[in-house]
């Protein structure tokens, strides 16, 4: 191994790359706070109880991909494999719920880490963008949300994703459900890791991607059949809602998503071009974790969708975002006089709000104004000293080409009038 290599299941975000990266956060983000949502940000790591009891204890995430730790003081904690645990605890920590605003709506956005088995679109260390709605039990919040992810992805250019849609009931008919699918599984043929599934989370076994198990579930009960009025009555609002909005979405029955506390509306983000990790983006409601972490009773909806497979989704559409050079001007010093002139000036445009750059460390013409192509920038600052004798600069236009002298003086008030 090099010295040099991130660790396994992690790689860097570097130049030029890294920009669509932050302009992905950023086209998430718009939406969100364009309708009402709150920017939080809480630690990237909690006590391991908040997972634990949140997330659920026979969650892949929770028995097999938490990086946790012990500290020196003794206190167990692990690195965030989610945020929607840590935004409601946080929220509740502030008592957001009670400042008489519900629902209280937050967006979010950063690193979270599971130790999975790494490949393409599957990583150790990944990136989301999230939002909750904290409060509230209302289907148009459901598909506020929903609508506000398509926008998103619609607003990158984004065209070739499926949004799936479910409901998984709620505490008064999924346990119903629950043991009904407990019973049928109990009579297959299913090996000894899959059939303690059975007992802890029966839902993930429809989730099984094996052909073999797929093809005993055929006749599996359906949780459809056992949603009760109120929660099919809440479905329909969500369907309707998001019809009447010209959203496309397809109702996936199998929709039961890897997470204990999802109640009634689940849904996923899949983009056809990212192969076996499909799912770009997922949530749903989740009525009952505040309870189950201790708090009171404050049904909820969020989503969380991943900057990383967002960005391999707009390379496979071979989407190319149209991201701004960073710099506007680029200066080119000529000998030691120009340096210190030409730093003077490059410091004075960027207080005044242009994008500058410089050509550090004395190059000669040829190989700075390399630099100044690369950079994006729209003109150059050349002087040297016989400019510098006659108090001026020589301003270069990048895209034509044409040059003229421009008194030092009136150099920032040119850039400003040019740049517009
Ligand atoms: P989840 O909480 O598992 O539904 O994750 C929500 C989104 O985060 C997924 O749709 C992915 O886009 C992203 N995501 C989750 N796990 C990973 C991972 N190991 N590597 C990269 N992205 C991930």
Redesign the pocket.
């Known amino acids: 191994m090099s010295t040099f290599q991130a660790p396994k299941g992690t790689y860097d975000l570097t130049p030029p790359r890294s920009a669509t990266f932050l302009a992905v956060r950023e086209a998430i983000a718009a939406p969100l706070r364009d309708s009402g949502y709150g920017y939080i940000e809480t630690p990237g790591f909690e006590n391991v109880e908040l997972f634990a009891r949140g997330v659920g204890e026979s969650t892949d995430i929770v028995t097999k991909e938490m990086y946790t730790l012990t500290t020196k003081g003794g206190d167990q904690l692990a690195l965030r494999p989610?945020g929607t645990a840590s935004v409601l605890r946080a929220a509740l920590e502030a008592n957001l719920h009670k400042a008489g605003n519900l629902p209280v709506k937050l967006w979010y956005s950063g690193s979270?880490y599971?130790y999975?088995r790494p490949q393409a679109?599957?990583?150790?260390h990944?990136s989301?963008v999230g939002a909750e709605a904290i409060g509230t039990e209302d289907p148009v919040l459901d598909a506020e949300l929903i609508i506000l992810a398509d926008q998103a992805y619609r607003s990158l250019g984004l065209r070739q994703f499926r949004i799936l849609l479910n409901s998984l009931g709620d505490k008064e008919c999924r346990p119903v459900y629950r043991e009904a699918l407990q019973t049928f599984l109990r009579d297959l043929d299913l090996d000894e890791e899959t059939r303690r599934r059975i007992e802890i989370n029966p839902l993930r076994v429809l989730d099984d991607k094996r052909a073999d198990v797929q093809k005993q579930l055929t006749d599996a009960p359906k949780l459809r059949d056992y949603l009760c009025d109120a929660c099919k009555a809440y479905h329909e609002e969500v369907r309707a809602l998001l019809t009447a909005a010209g959203v496309v979405y397809e109702d996936d029955e199998k929709l039961v998503?890897?997470?204990d506390y999802y109640t009634r509306t689940t849904f996923?983000?899949v983009h056809d071009g990212l192969g076996s990790q499909s799912?770009?983006?997922?949530g749903g409601r989740y009525d009952g974790l505040s309870e189950m972490i201790g708090g009171p009773e404050l049904p909820s909806v969020g989503w969380?969708?991943?900057v990383?497979?967002t960005v391999l989704a707009l390379e496979a559409e071979g989407i190319e975002l149209d991201l701004p050079y960073a710099t506007s001007v680029y200066a080119v010093p000529l000998g030691e006089e120009a340096r210190r002139v030409l730093f003077g000036v490059v410091t004075g445009l960027r207080r005044a709000g242009i994008a500058a750059d410089f050509a550090f460390g004395g190059r000669g013409l040829k190989g700075a104004m390399k630099s100044a192509n690369r950079s994006g920038a729209r003109y150059a600052l050349v002087a040297g000293e016989r400019d510098l004798a006659e108090g001026v600069v020589q301003l270069k236009d990048m895209e034509s080409g044409e040059q003229s002298a421009v008194p030092l003086t009136e150099i920032a008030a040119e850039l400003a009038k040019r740049l517009g």
């Not at 679109?121 to 150790?124: A, L, M, P, T, W």
């Not at 799912?279 to 997922?282: C, P």
């Open positions: 989610e979270y599971r999975e679109g599957r990583y150790r990944f989301q998503r890897g997470l996923e983000f799912a770009v983006g997922g969380a969708l991943g990383d497979r």
